[in-house]
């Protein structure tokens, strides 16, 4: 059996733990996006709102995996590097929540709850791994 990022051109050159990642993540926001909507009144705008934090989880996990390549072939360098490149993800985390805060476009709690996705999806990796591979077999 092909595995599932092979059929897909995009996703060839990513690292399997980053697929795997994305799976935990959209595996997060599916639960969250089941549960939530029966606790807010705003349904929509919390369902953009996680839609936002999910996207944005991804999108971290993708700028953490190319941060730490790039540093581990940097020398004395790997430290600064990293610390550049993380305060710059940290900042753009930061201007989408003012952002979503400031157009009222989404709710940022909810879109709170999909980042920490990325938390939940770094927990469920080593089970979404095993998983994945007995499946291969």
């Not at 969250?32 to 705003?42: E, I, M, Q, R, S």
């Not at 999910?54 to 072939?73: F, G, N, R, S, Y």
Request: net charge positive; with cysteine.
């Amino acid at each position: 059996m092909i595995p599932y990022w092979k059929r897909i051109p995009f996703l060839k050159g990513i690292n399997g733990t980053v697929k795997e990642m994305w799976l935990g993540v959209g595996l997060w926001g599916l639960a969250a996006a089941l549960t939530v909507p029966w606790f807010v009144k705003d349904v929509p705008g919390c369902l953009l709102g996680l839609l936002a934090g999910c996207l944005l989880a991804c999108a971290c996990v993708w700028h953490m995996w190319k941060t730490l390549d790039a540093a581990l072939e940097l020398g004395d360098g790997a430290q600064r590097y990293m610390t550049v490149r993380s305060l710059a993800r940290y900042s753009v985390i930061v201007l989408v929540f003012v952002f979503l805060t400031v157009t009222d476009c989404a709710n940022p709690l909810a879109a709170f709850l999909g980042l920490m996705g990325m938390k939940a999806s770094a927990y469920l990796q080593p089970s979404v791994h095993k998983y994945l591979e007995k499946r291969r077999r």
